[in-house]
C-alpha cells in the first residue's frame, strides 16, 4: 500500500516565478492539506481539499493556491515566489469528513529553494 | 497561538525510558491528544492519540491525567534512531472547521 508520494523532492526557482507542486494521497484517503514548514519551526497549516474544493485556509496570501483533482490528487501553486517561500512544502492526507486532529498521514515533502 | 506548550530540547542516553511533557490548559472537551515523531527532511509521522487516562501501542505509551491539562509522552529503552522532534496537538476529530496550530515541537537528541 503506497503512502503518501510527492513530487518532486527538490526544486531550485528563482524570485518571481511560479512552482507547482504535486501530492498523491495515501489509498482510500479522500483529503489533503498542504503545510509549510521553514527550517526549524513547525509545519503551518495553508490550505485543505474535501471533494475537490478548499474547504479551509490557513493565514497564506493568494500567491498560494491549490486544486484537488477526482482521483483526490492534489496541487499547491505559489506564484511571484519570494525568498521567504523556501521551505519543505508537506502534504497530508486523511479520511473523510473528521476534523484536522484526525489521524494526518504525512508525504516525504518537497523542498523549494528560492533564489 | 498554539493551544499546547512542550520543552524545546531534551537529551537521553541509549536504553533510557524518555518521558516528554505537554501542557494544554484550554484543552476542550472534544479534544483529542496526538503525537507526532518528525526526521530531518521528511514529514511528521503520527505516534500515538489518546483522550483520557493510558494509551499504549508497540511505539509508544501516552499519559492523560484526569483534568487533562498535559498528557507524557513515554519512549521506552530508546535508541539512537529516536533522535528526532516530536510534537504535541490537540484538537477536535470531528471539528472540520478548526485548524491545528502546530509549535515547534521537542528536539530529542539521544546519546550513545
Known amino acids: 500500500d503506497a503512502g503518501v508520494t510527492q513530487s518532486p523532492t527538490h526544486l531550485i526557482k528563482t524570485r518571481g516565478q511560479q512552482v507547482t507542486l504535486r501530492c498523491s494521497p495515501k489509498s482510500g484517503h479522500d483529503t489533503v492539506s498542504w503545510y509549510q514548514q521553514a527550517l526549524g519551526q513547525g509545519p503551518q497549516f495553508i490550505f485543505q481539499y474535501y471533494e475537490e474544493e478548499e474547504r479551509q485556509r490557513g493565514n497564506f496570501p493568494d500567491r498560494f493556491s491549490g486544486h484537488q483533482f477526482p482521483n483526490y490528487s492534489s496541487e499547491l501553486n505559489v506564484n511571484a515566489l519570494l525568498l521567504g517561500d523556501s521551505a519543505l512544502y508537506l502534504c497530508a492526507s486523511s479520511w473523510g469528513t473528521g476534523g484536522f486532529a484526525d489521524t494526518q498521514y504525512f508525504g516525504p515533502g518537497t523542498r523549494l529553494t528560492v533564489l | 497561538l498554539a493551544k499546547t506548550t512542550q520543552p524545546i530540547s531534551m537529551d537521553s542516553y541509549e536504553g533510557q525510558e524518555v518521558n516528554i511533557t505537554c501542557s494544554h490548559n484550554n484543552i476542550a472537551t472534544n479534544d483529542y491528544i496526538t503525537w507526532y515523531q518528525q526526521f530531518p527532511s521528511q514529514g511528521p509521522r503520527f505516534i500515538i492519540q489518546?483522550?483520557?487516562?493510558?494509551v499504549t501501542n508497540e511505539v509508544a505509551s501516552l499519559f492523560i491525567p484526569a483534568d487533562r491539562k498535559s498528557s507524557t509522552l513515554s519512549l521506552p529503552r530508546v535508541s539512537l534512531s529516536d533522535t528526532a522532534v516530536y510534537y504535541c496537538l490537540v484538537g477536535d476529530l470531528e471539528d472540520s472547521n478548526y485548524q491545528l496550530i502546530w509549535g515547534a515541537g521537542t528536539k530529542l537528541i539521544i546519546k550513545p
Open positions: 489518546g483522550y483520557k487516562t493510558k
